[in-house]
């Protein structure tokens, strides 16, 4: 069974910093693209970033671009988003997701795995 496990959100002023983890398993890491959503209230989800679980390449929206890094860890079948200058518009909940076939890291849309999410809240 596919599982994803969330965790590092909270509250932080903008301009600072987050580190987000995603911690999988049941699936062999390498066959898979992992990537972060997030939805804030009253808007649609969207996709952050996403890499591919076999060769770590990535997909970034525009929105974030330059100012988030996605990585991963096979070892430890973990996925990472570091977010740096966080701005008030970042505050959603993010939610991290999985797909089978790893080249759809540069599909970052409507995965078929999904964790539980968690809140981050970039106050002005």
């Known amino acids: 069974e596919v599982q994803l496990q969330a965790s590092g959100g909270g509250l932080v002023q903008a301009g600072g910093s987050l580190r987000l983890s995603c911690a999988a398993s049941?699936?062999?890491?390498?066959?898979?693209?992992i990537g972060w959503f997030r939805q804030a209230p009253g808007k649609e989800r969207e996709g952050v970033s996403c890499i591919s679980g076999s060769d770590g390449s990535t997909y970034y929206s525009d929105s974030v671009k330059g100012r988030f890094t996605i990585s991963s860890d096979k070892d430890l079948n973990t996925v990472y988003l570091q977010m740096n200058s966080l701005k008030p518009e970042d505050t959603a909940v993010y939610y991290c997701a999985a797909v089978l076939g790893s080249w759809w890291y540069g599909v970052c849309l409507d995965y078929d795995h999904w964790g539980q999410g968690t809140l981050v809240t970039v106050s002005s």
């Open positions: 049941g699936f062999r890491f390498d066959d898979y693209a």
